[in-house]
T-cell receptor, first 113, second 113 residues
Framework: DTAVSQTPKYLVTQMGNDKSIKCEQN?????MYWYKQDSKKFLKIMFS???????INETVPNRFSPKSPDKAHLNLHINSLELGDSAVYFC????????????FGSGTRLTVV | GDSVTQMEGPVTLSEEAFLTINCTYT??????LFWYVQYPGEGLQLLLKATKADDKGSNKGFEATYRKETTSFHLEKGSVQVSDSAVYFCALGGSGNTGKLIFGQGTTLQVKP
């Protein structure tokens, strides 16, 4: 069984569209994250939720909105997509917030054309 | 703020060569330190970690020692294999008990037969 699963794996869409990426973890972890990896492989945190509560909200455009219906799910909705949103988006989870290490999903490659 | 700096890549080695990937950090307090590996088309996997000064993390022949005096966490392996070809990320646990990980820019390793 996949521990952290993201869907879709690939997403190609036009500028101005709205899209969502879903993430689910079956590890029983209570904290989930969204990271963005740019074309140079640099990883930057976007959001973090702990037991459905927003913990981290980095300087991300408000076109990006995370939603956590329960502690096993963290979805990312993006409005009015722009070319610069093209990247690989990774979901991750951890038990607690004491930095014992994350488990990552396999990523969603978003291409905006 | 907290940051991680890794050596520039790509690093190209022959099979059975010795590997060192340098990582230094800037942080307040005593963060946990991590190495993650990303194989092509996959998410990041935790390779090893260390939670306090002088701790040595090890896994699959890779090792790294938490050096507080030099603020370093260099990754080493005595004999690399072609299957070790991947991108390696050094990371530290950010302050504030948020669970946030701060990543270095990644170092690409290519091992040739």
């Amino acid at each position: 069984d996949t521990a952290v699963s993201q869907t879709p794996k690939y997403l190609v869409t036009q500028m101005g569209n709205d899209k969502s990426i879903k993430c689910e973890q079956n590890l029983g972890h209570d904290t989930m994250y969204w990271y963005k990896q740019d074309s140079k492989k640099f990883l930057k945190i976007m959001f973090s939720y702990n037991n459905k509560e927003l913990i981290i909200n980095e300087t991300v455009p408000n076109r990006f909105s995370p939603k956590s219906p329960d502690k096993a799910h963290l979805n990312l909705h993006i409005n009015s997509l722009e070319l610069g949103d093209s990247a690989v988006y990774f979901c991750a989870s951890s038990q607690g917030r004491r930095n014992y290490g994350y488990t990552f999903g396999s990523g969603t490659r978003l291409t905006v054309v | 703020g907290d940051s991680v700096t890794q050596m520039e890549g790509p690093v190209t080695l022959s099979e059975e060569a010795f590997l060192t990937i340098n990582c230094t950090y800037t942080a307040t307090g005593y963060p946990s330190l991590f190495w993650y590996v990303q194989y092509p088309g996959e998410g990041l996997q935790l390779l090893l970690k260390a939670t306090k000064a002088d701790d040595k993390g090890s896994n699959k022949g890779f090792e790294a020692t938490y050096r507080k005096e030099t603020t370093s966490f260099h990754l080493e392996k005595g004999s690399v294999q072609v299957s070790d070809s991947a991108v390696y990320f050094c990371a530290l646990g950010g302050s504030g008990n948020t669970g946030k990980l701060i990543f270095g820019q990644g170092t690409t390793l290519q091992v040739k037969p």
